[in-house]
């Protein structure tokens, strides 16, 4: 069954960089049928895309986001990772990793989430 | 960037009666890009609807959708304890964008 888990950092400062992994199982981040998501959600509001991307690293990320993230994935550990620079109060949210069906761009598979806090 | 309206905000409603659940977009969207998903608290979200009317895999078939251009509808006919959430459009244009949920709790 395929299952996907985030991990990183629970608190991060302000000004600094979020840095969060998502370790990918019983199946290849190589599938070409499928990209791999980040989506957060922060206390008490809606879900929030910040991008995609594919095995061979083709990128897609959230105009309102676009200046500070960036998603790179590493085959050989099966993972994708997400990095947010330059972060705030607003950034804090649950994280999630999720696959995403291209053609329907439809998100099938999530992680649990994880809850990142910018604090001081 | 095309934004999606649910309404209503919150619905509620009995066990055994029906949910009408409404995604509205600004611009026109394809029926291929239109995806429901459901939240309880706690978890992540949980795929439901995709193609505006295609159940995903498991899916009781008391939930159904359809749709097309700017109005898409979730129905569920009949609400099990279990069905209780909030729900999410979901579509994808030039950029993703999801609506901002109708939570459907027990009246």
């Known amino acids: 069954q395929v299952q996907l888990q985030e991990s990183g950092p629970g608190l991060v400062k302000p000004s600094e960089t979020l840095s969060l992994t998502c370790t990918v199982s019983d199946v290849s981040v190589t599938s070409g049928s499928f990209y791999w998501s980040w989506i957060r959600q922060p206390p008490g509001k809606g879900l929030e895309w910040i991008g995609d991307i594919s095995y061979t690293a083709s990128t897609n990320y959230n105009p309102s986001l676009k200046s500070r993230v960036s998603i790179s994935v590493d085959t050989s550990k099966n993972q994708f990772s997400l990095k947010l620079s330059s972060v705030t109060a607003a950034d804090t949210a649950v994280y999630y990793c999720?696959?995403?069906?291209?053609?329907?761009?439809?998100?099938?598979?999530w992680g649990k989430g994880t809850t990142v806090t910018v604090s001081s | 960037e095309i934004v999606l309206t649910q309404s209503p905000g919150t619905l509620s409603l009995s066990p055994g009666e029906r949910a009408t659940l409404s995604c509205r977009a600004s611009?026109?969207?394809?029926?291929?890009?239109l995806t429901w998903y459901q939240q309880k608290p706690g978890q992540a979200p949980r795929l439901l609807i995709y193609g505006a009317s295609s159940r995903a895999t498991g899916i009781p078939d008391r939930f159904s959708g359809s749709g097309s251009g700017t109005e898409f509808t979730l129905t569920i006919s009949r609400l099990e304890p279990e069905d209780f959430a909030v729900y999410y459009c979901?579509?994808?244009?030039?950029?993703?964008?999801f609506g901002p949920g109708t939570k459907v709790d027990i009246k």
């Open positions: 999720a696959r995403l069906f291209y053609y329907y761009y439809y998100m099938d598979v």
């Open positions: 611009q026109s969207v394809s029926s291929r890009y």
């Open positions: 979901q579509q994808y244009g030039t950029s993703p964008t």
